[in-house]
């Protein structure tokens, strides 16, 4: 029940960075460090200063790693590998060198040679053009603040939100990702801060724990007080104090609208993606770990069209043997037999990587040395994991999937390497499916043009639209300067995906999208129209599609992809396939408030 209040209704904007709406009073907590001692120290207690470092560093890490342990048993591998950049943080030497030397030189203490050092490095990287590397500084300052926490022997946010005795809406100039992978949700109704955005790791954990959220309410932060009544709107990206009664109403309408959604997503579950006019789609999961083979049962899907391995490689101090990865590999395949598992080969690089093997930093690493690149240099690597595909496909529904493929000559290396490897099973008389399919990924436009050559020797095809978009159009997505060019309705992608798949069909292979164009409902019917056989997408937007794919017709698709083919603006053909997705699906489209 809402408290009245002698106040108006007043609206604060931000930006919508998770989904979903509450009420509540608020809690407006303080995000300051507290006070950091500084005090001068002799000579001789450098030593001592340095060695309480390393245990507040080694501390930190074991926390890190806590929290880590923690968000990839309840969220997935993919939501812990975000804290891999706060452990490296710990593994930066600069970093400690240069604090080591502020307490030399200036004989102050370690609290506050760190704190001074760590802010620079933090305001170095706020000041940042580039919106993703801005966000990174919200990554520095929540280590920073575990490292003076316990180097004080204090306490933090975490201990105070863990105080809480009813439920709240928070609010704060920031939090940091390891604070909201631990937020309470029977406490923690949503939160709002200063600091943020869609692409912030806060914001990402937010998303994956289902906790609406604001971000960026910039001034608007000063003016909301602690108890004050509130509902918070992830859709919109706003905070209303004081809602009106009419503005309740309207709400309440939005919320038993999403409740109805979702009553009609759980319905579709088991049901076929079949459209209105009989053509069968298949709809396929994307996952990161073997233990999120109980989320592909859930959502209903049609098997895993893209398993990605790295997230078996990062945060370790070794590569993982052979038999590891087979039996991670085994365990998904026989929970979903006999449903097809699609296991991409490690694709290391760009922007995931091994802390241990200190790769030399590169200028364009998107662009660099990684995925397929970097499996046929480091083979005995390469090998190990090819021997446990092999071996983890006596299930029979298990197909490999080679990333980041170029040209012809990688194809057919790696090819030789699958042979090589099937050689040495037979000789130690180890098993493997004799009609294990290899499928390759289209995300580079070298590949879609020596796609015909390519269809020759390949199983299938499986467009990565993540990486096709950006190097086709030149435009790195994370950049906010640029981000309005990266545009999955260029002209120039959609003919990108038609050429695809021609020389697939030609050579009679399917052709499936495991990008985020997978997951969109507006481009669904695109791609299907253009001519895509199967989708991949999370488990938690699968239920989505199918719900709209059992909504249309195949003759629409197809109208929409004549007329993109057609069309020289990205703008238009957007505009053409939201009116035809809002059309025949509109459920997942109404979240429209007036106020």
């Keep these: 029940m809402r408290e009245p209040s002698l106040d108006g209704e007043q609206v604060f904007r931000g930006i919508p960075v998770s989904s979903g709406i509450c009420r509540g009073k608020i809690l407006v907590l303080d995000y300051s460090e507290g006070q950091v001692p500084s005090y001068p120290i002799t000579a001789d207690h450098t030593s001592g200063e340095l060695k309480r470092l390393q245990t507040a560093l080694i501390e930190t890490r074991a926390q890190i790693l806590e929290v880590q342990r923690k968000v990839s048993k309840g969220m ?13 943080v710990l593994e930066d030497q600069t970093l400690i060198e240069e604090v080591a030397r502020v307490i030399r030189d200036r004989l102050v203490n370690v609290e506050s040679a760190f704190q001074e050092v760590a802010g620079r490095y933090a305001a170095t990287l706020s000041a940042i053009e580039d919106e993703y590397l801005r966000e990174r500084a919200s990554d520095m300052r929540d280590v920073t603040t575990r490292i003076l926490t316990n180097l004080m ?4 946010l975490q201990s105070e939100l863990a105080r809480l005795k009813e439920p709240c809406i928070v609010v704060s100039e920031d939090l940091a990702p390891s604070l909201t992978a631990q937020l309470d949700k029977k406490f923690v109704l949503g939160f709002a801060t200063h600091l943020g955005s869609k692409t912030s790791h806060t914001s990402i954990m937010a998303r994956a724990l289902q906790i609406p959220a604001v971000a960026g309410l910039k001034n608007a932060l000063h003016r909301l007080k602690t108890g004050q009544y509130a509902l918070l709107d992830g859709y919109h990206g706003q905070i209303i104090v004081n809602p009106t009664d009419q503005t309740l109403f309207e709400y309440g309408q939005l919320v038993r609208k999403q409740v109805n959604l979702q009553e009609k997503l759980q319905d579709v579950r088991d049901k076929p993606a079949v459209t209105l006019d009989g053509t069968k789609i298949l709809l396929s999961a994307n996952i990161e770990q ?12 049609d098997g895993v069209g893209l398993f990605r391995t790295e997230y078996l490689f990062i945060n370790r101090n070794t590569f993982p043997p052979e038999e590891e990865q087979y039996q991670a590999y085994l365990q998904v395949a026989t929970a979903l037999s006999p449903q097809p598992v699609v296991i991409r080969t490690l694709d290391l690089g760009g922007d995931k990587f091994l802390s241990h093997l200190h790769l030399t930093p590169e200028m364009n690493p998107f662009l660099g040395w990684r995925a397929i690149r970097f499996c046929l ?21 298990i197909k490999l999937m080679y990333p980041m493929i170029s040209n012809l000559q990688e194809l057919e290396q790696a090819n030789a390497l699958v042979e090589e490897c099937k050689d040495q099973l037979r000789a130690e ?3 493997f499916d004799p009609n294990f399919q290899i499928g390759i990924m289209i995300e580079i436009p070298s590949a879609v043009l020596a796609a015909d050559a390519l269809a020759k020797r390949s199983a299938f095809f499986s467009i990565g639209t993540n990486d096709l978009i950006q190097y086709s159009l030149a435009v790195d997505r994370l950049n906010d300067r640029i981000a309005h060019l990266y545009q999955p ?12 798949v021609e020389s697939a069909h030609a050579r009679k292979i399917p052709v499936s999208v495991c990008g985020e164009m997978a997951g969109d409902p507006v481009l669904v019917p695109l791609l299907l129209g253009l001519g895509v056989d199967e989708l991949s997408t999370a488990p938690a937007i699968l239920p989505q599609i199918k719900f709209l794919v059992r909504r249309l017709k195949m003759s629409e698709a197809v109208e929409l992809a004549e007329f993109a083919l057609s069309s020289e603006s990205g703008g238009e053909i957007l505009e053409r396939a939201q009116l035809l997705a809002e059309t025949i699906a509109p459920s997942l489209f109404e979240k429209q408030i007036n106020l």
Excluded at 76 to 84: N, S
Excluded at 490 to 500: D, G, Q, S
């Design 377 to 397: 240099e480091e083979r005995d690597l390469f090998r190990a994991q090819l021997r446990a595909i092999l071996r983890a496909s006596t299930v029979g529904n």
């Design 76 to 88: 997935g591998a993919g939501d812990a590998a975000i804290f891999d950049a706060h452990l490296l």
């Design 489 to 500: 309705t260029h002209p120039a992608i959609v003919r990108l995906i038609k050429m695809t």
């Design 290 to 301: 073997a233990g999120d083979a109980a989320a592909v049962k859930k959502a209903g899907a």
């Design 429 to 431: 008389k180890a098993g």
């Design 153 to 156: 022997g204090g306490t933090s």
